[in-house]
């Protein structure tokens, strides 16, 4: 349920402000733990990768640093969440195959029939649980870097597009199933 707050504004006269609901999720995909040595012994700080998505076409992802590790998670998943993004979704899967690239991370996602499930794994299964995708098919080619294997999935998550956006490009009207003809059979 939304919340509202009363606030003083301007731009909105009756003083309450909606705010978006809060149904997004967050999976931390990476911590990295990185060592600088001082005069009085080592200094530790971390770096977070956080995958942010409502489960329903939007996901986003976010890195954060800070010396401790709840505030690096805490810094990931505000950038996550500045940077979401849409994605084409048709009946829980993938409309067509794609290929994404990131640096040296290179991801092939493609569509499966339903009750298929999630076949990916790490940081690919991360992304696309959080957009909401069902069945897909992945297979992670290049890098194994976490990061450029999340940013590749995004990449090709992001390319993404449905057959309607495809016909309207190439200026054709697309048709139901129900409206196409059917063969008939000479007797």
Request: overall charge positive; proline content about 6%.
């Amino acid at each position: 349920m939304p919340t509202q707050r009363r606030s003083q504004s301007r731009s909105n006269p009756d003083g309450f402000e909606k705010s978006e609901p809060k149904e997004t999720t967050e999976k931390v995909v990476f911590i990295n733990r990185c060592a600088k040595v001082v005069k009085g012994g080592r200094r530790f700080s971390f770096s977070a990768l956080i995958v942010s998505g409502n489960h329903n076409g939007r996901v986003g992802i976010g890195f954060g640093k800070a010396n401790e590790v709840s505030e690096a998670i805490r810094k990931a998943t505000e950038s996550a969440k500045k940077r979401m993004v849409d994605v084409a979704i048709h009946e829980n899967t993938i409309p067509h195959e794609v290929l994404g690239e990131f640096g040296g991370g290179r991801v092939l996602l493609k569509p499966a029939s339903p009750g298929t499930g999630v076949i990916a794994g790490g940081g690919v299964r991360a992304v696309i649980e959080a957009a909401g995708i069902r069945d897909v098919l992945a297979k992670s080619l290049g890098s194994s870097n976490p990061a450029n294997v999340v940013k590749a999935t995004l990449d090709a998550l992001t390319t993404l597009r449905p057959k309607d956006a495809i016909f309207k490009i190439r200026g054709k009207a697309s048709t139901p199933k129900s409206a196409l003809p059917v063969a008939t059979q000479a007797p």
